[in-house]
Structure formats: structure tokens, C-alpha cells
């Protein structure tokens, strides 16, 4: 699927975008996004969708688990 506008992307993004990220930009060259799936102090699993605008890139970083890992499923689109 080609996308071409932010209306498409909306329409077809099922997690969703989100709000800017601006809580974690140190970590991004570029624009993302963050949008909660689970509501951390209700859940014991914390899910969540981050978008990354076209020419976004992540700077390697460590996420510190408190307890039990992380896990990190990556959906890639071109």
C-alpha cells in the first residue's frame, strides 16, 4: 500500500498516530509520534505505537526495564 498524504496514512493506520513525541525527541533526528495503547497504572503491560515521520531516525538509546524485559515488535513501511 502507497500512501501519499497524512489523510491516507490516518484512514489506514489501525495503532494511530499519536501526539509528538516531545518527551523522548532527544532520542529521534526528526519528527515521531506516540500514541499509548495501555494505560501503564491500569496495566501491567505498556503498550505502545510510535510513527516515525519520513527521514526520522532513532538514536541508539537503552530502555531500562524495572522488571521482566521489554520486548519491541517493528512494523516497517516503505
Known sequence: MKVNNKEEFDKSNVLGLG????AFAEYFIGNSYLNPLTN??????????????????????????KSRGEKLCLAIGI
Request: hydrophobic share 40%; glycine share 4%; with cysteine.
Open 19 to 22: 501526539d509528538a513525541n516531545a
Open 40 to 65: 501503564p497504572k491500569e496495566c501491567a503491560v505498556f503498550l505502545a505505537n510510535v510513527t516515525f515521520e519520513p527521514g526520522c531516525r532513532n538514536n541508539w538509546h537503552i530502555h531500562h526495564a
